[in-house]
């Protein structure tokens, strides 16, 4: 069982940066790949960005690519998301997700998280 919790979000004007994180509990954190997904109001859940239980892969959406990088740190058990130029479009609730041994673009990972808001003002 992982739980997985993330924080950092909050009220950023278009153009600004921030950094979301994602701690998970549990042991074998590195055998987890990790996701970030967002979801805006009134649709649906869409990819991010993700990254392999190595570290060596990691996939963006179109939408974000240049603009964020998802990292680990293994020592935290912990996942970052870097938001560079934000834009007012970014605004959603960014859930963290994680699936052993796997890793993808689609929302099928087994653990979740609580979600947590991003604003980006215009």
């Known amino acids: 069982q992982v739980q997985l919790v993330e924080s950092g979000g909050g009220l950023v004007q278009a153009g600004g940066s921030l950094t979301i994180s994602c701690v998970a509990s549990g042991r074998a954190f590195n055998t987890y790949g990790m996701g970030w997904f967002r979801q805006a109001l009134g649709k649906e859940r869409e990819f991010v960005a993700a990254l392999s239980w190595s570290a060596s892969t990691r996939y963006y959406s179109d939408a974000v690519r240049g603009r964020f990088s998802i990292s680990r740190d293994e020592d935290k058990n912990t996942v970052y998301l870097q938001m560079n130029s934000l834009k007012p479009e970014d605004t959603a609730v960014y859930y963290c997700?994680?699936?052993?041994?796997?890793?993808?673009?689609?929302?099928?990972?087994?653990?979740w998280g609580q979600g947590i808001q991003v604003t980006v003002s215009s």
């Open positions: 997700a994680a699936r052993q041994y796997g890793l993808g673009d689609t929302p099928d990972y087994d653990y």
